[in-house]
Structures are given as C-alpha cells and as structure tokens.
C-alpha cells in the first residue's frame, strides 16, 4: 500500500497542471485588412469608391427603390444601407426625405448615450450632415448628403450580429472610415 500510495503522489505531481495560469475575459481578435477601394461601376445616379472587400447589392426589401444599395461585408458582418430619391422639382419630396433622415437617427435615442452630429463639406462641394451614435443602437454611424435641388443621398452602418458595440469598435471605426471614403468621392451623376 505504500508503494501504491507513492506512485499516485508522484503521478499527481509529475501531471502538470501546477504550471496552469488562469486567463482574463478577453475579445475575439478580429484581423482587418488594409483599406483598399475601387469606384461603384456605372448604372447609378451616383458614383463613390467602394471598399474591395464589400459586396454591392440592390436592396431587396420591400420599400426599396430602383438606386437603392446594400454594401455588404460578408466577414465582417456590416451592412452599409444606402437609399437615394431624386426630389427634383418636388420641394415637398425633398422636405419628406430631410425629415425621414432626421427621425430615423432620432429613433436611436431610446438606446444611445450619445448622438454627435456634424456638418461636412466634401471635396466635390457636397454638404453632409454626419451623424455618430453611442450605446447599444442598431446604427452607429450614418450620414445624409443633398444638392439642396434633386438628389437625396442616405448611408447608414448596422451589423448583421448580437455581438456588443464595445466589442465592434475596432469594425466600427473600420467600415465607419469606408464611410467617409464614400462620401467624400460621391458624385452625382445624373
């Protein structure tokens, strides 16, 4: 019984498991890849660059209109909603559009710590308003852009994942910086 009783002591020392170091929580490691960009292609009333990892896609939904866009990231999860109206000549279409805008980023506030809004100019002469949203929002970044005479441009950013904002920072600012790639080469083009 001795010899017995020594084996298993000098089994449970020899195991190991002294040399196991708790680890903290941490978050996923997410690789992101340079920024790369190539312009829309033809057939729309604008034109911007495009992130090369994102797939461009007509909206699909129900109320979507024919200039209507998803660009996708597929591994990233993200979904930048892109609407355009041409409100020419239709004061009151455009006033409607400025409106929805507006309440769809106010919608957020039931959620977000923070609502940021700034005016832009764009190198091609465009105004912007650019709104940046904290907190558990569906939206963290969006923007709008007109002529102030025919064309309503929107973008918003939402990610197709229950993963926490915290956690999305690092994408967030990605896609968020692919952003305003876009609308600082929009054009219109009709």
């Avoid at 002591?9 to 020899?14: L, R, T, V």
């Avoid at 909206?59 to 109206?85: E, F, G, K, M, R």
Wanted: with cysteine.
């Amino acid at each position: 019984m001795g010899v017995a009783l020594g084996l298993l002591a000098g089994a449970a020392c020899s195991s190991g498991d002294d040399d196991y170091t708790p680890r903290p929580k941490g978050f996923n490691r997410i690789d992101l890849p340079p920024h790369r960009y190539r312009p829309l292609g033809p057939g729309h009333p604008y034109s911007f660059e495009v992130s090369r990892y994102a797939k461009v896609l007509r909206d699909s939904s129900y109320l979507a209109q024919p200039d209507w866009l998803n660009v996708y990231y597929p591994q990233l999860h993200a979904n930048v909603q892109i609407t355009y109206t041409n409100a020419e000549r239709n004061r009151q279409l455009y006033n409607k559009m400025m409106e929805d805008a507006r309440k769809l980023t106010g919608k957020h506030q039931i959620k977000a710590t923070s609502i940021e809004e700034r005016i832009l100019k764009t190198p091609n002469g465009l105004r912007a308003s650019v709104f940046e949203l904290e907190g558990e929002v569906p939206s963290q970044f969006q923007f709008y852009t007109t002529d102030s005479t025919k064309h309503f441009f929107r973008a918003a950013l939402y990610f197709r994942t229950a993963t926490q904002n915290d956690s999305l920072a690092p994408v967030i600012e990605y896609v968020k910086y692919d952003m305003l790639r876009m609308l600082n080469s929009l054009k219109y083009t009709k």
